[in-house]
């Protein structure tokens, strides 16, 4: 500590740094949720994945999914694909038959961190003579190796096919600017770059052995990501060894959590800031200065009155680095994180600013306007404490709601790549399809590469909740044949709904209760719709999978997100979500008439103005779980004559439709508006019903079945 400063000043700045943080929303609670929000998405979409005859296995890198990072952030989902087909051998032993086989090699011209992947045949320990694809390249040495520009070509093909941007930085290539992708492959063993880190000293006696043991059975990824300086990048594959990095990220306490998340903020608003542009400090060179400083310094320095000393710590050894131009890997220290990041010039500016940083003791914290830490320092430490408490629920809440709104409408999405498969199929074969998919659950074992508990425990959740999500369409596809047959109902049947039942607050039950109308058990279907109202409380939270809810700035209902357990971790439950009902074509004689429609929206040539992410459920019967509800119980307590009730449900679906405070809980409005005109129609009020259709087609021109619905009217009107 520089001389002139007392121990007080820094243990009191430490305290207020602490509390000003966890009222952003830094919490030992909420780094937890965000960690098993991410790691339940990353195993649900790898099993559907897998389901679905892909062969990639999922993994979600980078700050949010370890927790370190803020609303104000605005940090991106690093998502990694790792190829399964291909067998990336480090030596000739990891030869395997009938594989795609790529053998890692050391060619010279390779910097360290980087290697060349050789074709090799799959029918011997042989290399390829002759390119099996137009991403194979022959050197001048004679062999054949793989080039890394295919999931780039991919990505740029298929922006410009449907006119959108392509987002590009590193080996990352996105249709989102919040989004990386990845596509990578899997060496189960480390390359020899790494086992310098395994035997060196480490005076704060971390990592432990258990966690070096541990990342030895991790493995590494092969990046298609060139060295910036190699005459040959587009040959070159960059090793990572994130899962071990995350495996020690995910070891940290929530004081070293706290110290990362200080040198992103000053990295984002103080030190790139001043380098204008000129080169930049990453996260990443913030990560690996957490990771020298937690193996350095013995454990009784990371205590909550010593955060100030340090995040010091962590900025000295990135000062030193930029002196000596070389900033080491934390597991590969002969790799340089500085190389193609900053040149000499911009080193200097590098350090001059972080000396300043040092030498006034991290007051230009004072300064940082994310999240309004600045000000949050400034208050004195009584005025934290009283001005903070309702903000500090209110930032937690909001955190707590974007990451179930998040991860539930994410899960969705999965599984429509799932029931895409079964597009073109007959209801017959659908039944098969699903069945045998459902048969499968018990076998997935997405992370097999992986010992790991926690992910093992994820993998069977996500495996009862998709088993149950199947269920529901099998149940409903092989009601549909029934009831198209004029045969019962069989007691398997009433089976799969029964363990479908509970997906989420409405959807299977509305599907139900919408067989049962079908059916002509209208009382039944009524009790059924009693039930769902009972539980569609003002807290439910409306999910949509279909693209048209922004997973990244939907707001949460409030009270949804004020009724989440304060205590659990697990933010995924759909106990209080209503997802979307969806009927496919095979399902059609569960679906009232009026859905039908839906189903063959695309007049003329609308199908060719679809976008990508609209060409699968747009063949489908979408509505919002709501107006669904109250138009089955219109139709219901119509057919049973129950006037009052059957206005009342009309009344209801009517605001579902209207009501400003419900209209952001609406992703498909123009479903939910058809539905009301039928309502209209119904009541005799035919000029108020073609308004409706009307006013939708003015919303939405093409692929709407509002065209249906007016030729219908118009052409009985004649």
């Given amino acids: 500590m520089a001389a002139g400063v007392s121990c007080r000043f820094y243990d009191v700045m430490s305290l207020r740094l602490i509390a000003a943080l966890e009222d952003m929303g830094v919490t030992e609670l909420i780094v937890g949720r965000r960690r098993h929000a991410f790691l339940m998405n990353e195993s649900a979409n790898t099993m559907c994945k897998q389901l679905s005859d892909g062969n990639f296995v999922l993994y979600h890198f980078g700050s949010m999914t370890e927790g370190t990072t803020t609303p104000g952030m605005g940090s991106d989902i690093d998502t990694l694909w790792c190829d399964d087909t291909v067998n990336i051998m480090s030596g000739w032993p990891d030869w395997k038959r009938g594989r795609h086989n790529m053998l890692m090699v050391k060619h010279a011209t390779c910097s360290p961190q980087h290697y060349r992947l050789q074709e090799i045949r799959d029918d011997l320990p042989l290399p390829q003579t002759q390119p099996i694809d137009e991403f194979c390249v022959i050197s001048q040495d004679g062999m054949i190796y793989r080039n890394n520009l295919e999931i780039e070509n991919i990505v740029r093909n298929h922006a410009a096919a449907n006119?959108?941007?392509?987002?590009?930085?590193?080996?990352?290539?996105?249709?989102?600017?919040?989004?990386?992708?990845?596509?990578?492959?899997?060496?189960?063993?480390?390359?020899?770059?790494?086992?310098?880190?395994?035997?060196?000293?480490?005076?704060?006696?971390?990592?432990?052995?258990?966690?070096?043991?541990?990342?030895?059975?991790?493995?590494?990824?092969?990046?298609?990501?060139?060295?910036?300086?190699?005459?040959?990048?587009?040959?070159?594959?960059?090793?990572?060894?994130?899962?071990?990095?995350?495996?020690?990220?995910?070891?940290?306490?929530?004081?070293?959590?706290?110290?990362?998340?200080?040198?992103?903020?000053?990295?984002?608003?103080?030190?790139?800031?001043?380098?204008?542009?000129?080169?930049?400090?990453?996260?990443?060179?913030?990560?690996?200065?957490?990771?020298?400083?937690?193996?350095?310094?013995?454990?009784?320095?990371?205590?909550?009155?010593?955060?100030?000393?340090?995040?010091?710590?962590?900025?000295?050894?990135?000062?030193?680095?930029?002196?000596?131009?070389?900033?080491?890997?934390?597991?590969?220290?002969?790799?340089?994180?500085?190389?193609?990041?900053?040149?000499?010039?911009?080193?200097?500016?590098?350090?001059?600013?972080?000396?300043?940083?040092?030498?006034?003791?991290?007051?230009?914290?004072?300064?940082?306007?994310?999240?309004?830490?600045?000000?949050?320092?400034?208050?004195?430490?009584?005025?934290?404490?009283?001005?903070?408490?309702?903000?500090?629920?209110?930032?937690?809440?909001?955190?707590?709601?974007?990451?179930?709104?998040?991860?539930?409408?994410?899960?969705?999405?999965?599984?429509?790549?799932?029931?895409?498969?079964?597009?073109?199929?007959?209801?017959?074969?659908?039944?098969?399809?699903?069945?045998?998919?459902?048969?499968?659950?018990?076998?997935?074992?997405?992370?097999?590469?992986?010992?790991?508990?926690?992910?093992?425990?994820?993998?069977?959740?996500?495996?009862?909740?998709?088993?149950?999500?199947?269920?529901?369409?099998?149940?409903?596809?092989?009601?549909?044949?029934?009831?198209?047959?004029?045969?019962?109902?069989?007691?398997?049947?009433?089976?799969?709904?029964?363990?479908?039942?509970?997906?989420?607050?409405?959807?299977?039950?509305?599907?139900?209760?919408?067989?049962?109308?079908?059916?002509?058990?209208?009382?039944?279907?009524?009790?059924?719709?009693?039930?769902?109202?009972?539980?569609?409380?003002?807290?439910?939270q409306a999910i949509c999978g279909c693209h048209r809810m922004g997973l990244l700035n939907t707001k949460p209902l409030k009270l949804f997100t004020e009724l989440l357990n304060e205590g659990d971790i697990d933010v995924t439950s759909a106990n209080r979500v209503a997802c979307c009902v969806r009927f496919l074509r095979q399902e059609a004689f569960c679906a009232p008439p009026i859905l039908h429609f839906e189903m063959v929206r695309a007049v003329g040539d609308d199908i060719q103005h679809r976008l990508q992410t609209e060409r699968t459920w747009m063949n489908w019967a979408v509505v919002d779980a709501r107006p669904f509800l109250h138009y089955l119980q219109y139709l219901t307590f119509r057919g049973l004559g129950r006037r009052h009730m059957k206005l009342q449900a009309f009344h209801a679906l009517g605001t579902s439709i209207v009501d400003g405070n419900r209209q952001h809980q609406l992703f498909h409005p123009e479903t939910a508006t058809h539905l009301f005109a039928h309502c209209c129609e119904m009541e005799g009020r035919i000029d108020d019903a073609l308004n409706l259709y009307l006013a939708s087609q003015a919303r939405m021109s093409r692929n709407n079945a509002a065209n249906w619905h007016i030729r219908r009217l118009t052409s009985a009107q004649r």
Avoid at 187 to 201: G, Q
Avoid at 331 to 357: C, E, P, S, W, Y
Wanted: hydrophobic content about 40%.
């Fill in 163 to 540: 006119n959108e941007p392509h987002f590009h930085a590193g080996p990352s290539h996105s249709l989102h600017q919040m989004y990386d992708y990845v596509l990578a492959y899997r060496c189960k063993k480390l390359p020899t770059e790494c086992d310098s880190w395994f035997n060196r000293a480490r005076p704060g006696k971390w990592p432990t052995t258990e966690m070096l043991q541990a990342a030895r059975d991790l493995g590494c990824f092969l990046l298609p990501d060139g060295h910036c300086y190699s005459v040959h990048r587009a040959l070159e594959w960059r090793v990572s060894p994130s899962l071990i990095e995350r495996h020690l990220m995910f070891s940290m306490h929530i004081i070293h959590i706290h110290c990362y998340v200080t040198l992103k903020l000053l990295k984002k608003d103080i030190i790139n800031p001043y380098l204008n542009g000129d080169g930049k400090l990453t996260s990443f060179h913030c990560k690996t200065a957490l990771f020298h400083a937690r193996e350095q310094l013995v454990p009784e320095m990371w205590t909550v009155n010593q955060l100030y000393e340090c995040v010091m710590f962590c900025l000295k050894l990135l000062r030193d680095w930029t002196i000596e131009g070389h900033c080491p890997h934390y597991i590969m220290d002969q790799v340089n994180l500085f190389d193609g990041k900053l040149n000499v010039d911009q080193r200097n500016r590098l350090g001059a600013i972080l000396n300043t940083i040092i030498d006034t003791h991290l007051a230009p914290l004072a300064f940082v306007e994310t999240d309004d830490l600045g000000k949050r320092l400034l208050h004195n430490v009584y005025t934290v404490a009283i001005w903070d408490m309702t903000p500090r629920r209110a930032v937690c809440q909001k955190i707590t709601g974007f990451l179930s709104v998040f991860c539930n409408a994410l899960r969705m999405r999965h599984l429509s790549e799932i029931l895409k498969q079964a597009t073109d199929e007959t209801p017959a074969e659908m039944c098969l399809h699903l069945h045998s998919l459902i048969t499968r659950l018990p076998l997935q074992h997405p992370h097999r590469h992986r010992t790991d508990y926690t992910l093992c425990r994820l993998d069977a959740v996500n495996g009862v909740y998709i088993s149950r999500y199947l269920q529901q369409y099998l149940a409903s596809t092989a009601a549909s044949i029934c009831l198209q047959h004029g045969m019962p109902i069989g007691s398997r049947i009433w089976s799969w709904y029964s363990a479908a039942i509970d997906t989420d607050v409405a959807s299977t039950r509305l599907k139900l209760a919408s067989m049962l109308y079908c059916k002509g058990d209208l009382q039944m279907a009524a009790e059924v719709l009693e039930d769902v109202e009972h539980r569609y409380e003002n807290s439910v």
